[in-house]
T-cell receptor, first 112, second 113 residues
Framework: KQEVTQIPAALSVPEGENLVLNCSFT??????LQWFRQDPGKGLTSLLL?????REQTSGRLNASLDKSSGRSTLYIAASQPGDSATYLC???????????FGKGTKLTVNP | DGGITQSPKYLFRKEGQNVTLSCEQN?????MYWYRQDPGQGLRLIYY???????QKGDIAEGYSVSREKKESFPLTVTSAQKNPTAFYLC????????????FGPGTRLTVT
């Protein structure tokens, strides 16, 4: 059974700092991995999608990497801003399955 | 205005009553999904549909029912058989196929007392 873990559960940083969020998964037979952002009481916003054949994806100040063989992904946020404060979720699309398996998220606070 | 709409945003019901949550999309996506989110837990899949008039159970389908009569709509009914219905419910869509990303609606918070 696929399990997705995100560490740390919460992170607080000063504005301007570069930071890395971690995601690990137990079964490497995945189609892809998706990073989301969730603001309190809101739905999920898709940030980046990495296919299993890819090593990384970039969008603006965000860079996500994938090491399928070791079961790890990282989300790098450059020059963090208070507006980046949110919960970040990673999810894997399991091979042969329609569903996404989610981690519990990392709650990020960027202090002005 | 394109996207996924869920209504209502907040819903309150008495225990023992069935309630239906709406999910509509104008993205022309084939696949639609319902997830449940509880504090401190990851999202869990309730039901999904890859095509009109067809749907499959997810990990926690007991106490829920769905229909997919139109491509644009995938309503979820929370029945009185669902033991812990209070949660945040999220609808998602995808073009279908394993390589496409999922997009989420704004969610409906259901409170049952």
């Amino acid at each position: 059974k696929q399990e997705v873990t995100q560490i740390p559960a919460a992170l607080s940083v000063p504005e301007g700092e570069n930071l890395v969020l971690n995601c690990s998964f137990t079964d490497s037979a995945i189609y892809n991995l998706q990073w989301f952002r969730q603001d309190p009481g809101k739905g999920l916003t898709s940030l980046l999608l990495i296919q299993s054949s890819q090593r990384e994806q970039t969008s603006g100040r965000l860079n996500a990497s994938l090491d399928k063989s070791s079961g790890r992904s990282t989300l790098y946020i450059a020059a963090s801003q208070p507006g980046d404060s949110a919960t970040y979720l990673c999810a894997v699309r399991q091979g042969g399955s329609e569903k996404l398996v989610f981690g519990k998220g990392t709650k990020l606070t960027v202090n002005p | 205005d394109g996207g996924i709409t869920q209504s209502p945003k907040y819903l309150f019901r008495k225990e023992g009553q069935n309630v239906t949550l709406s999910c509509e999309q104008n993205l022309n996506h084939d696949a639609m999904y319902w997830y449940r989110q509880d504090p401190g837990q990851g999202l869990r899949l309730i039901y999904y549909s890859q095509i009109v008039n067809d749907f499959q159970k997810g990990d926690i389908a007991e106490g829920y029912s769905v229909s997919r009569e139109k491509k644009e709509s995938f309503p979820l009914t929370v029945t009185s058989a669902q033991k812990n219905p209070t949660a945040f419910y999220l609808c998602a869509t995808s073009r279908g196929g394993a390589t496409y990303e999922q997009y989420f609606g704004p969610g409906t918070r259901l409170t049952v007392t």
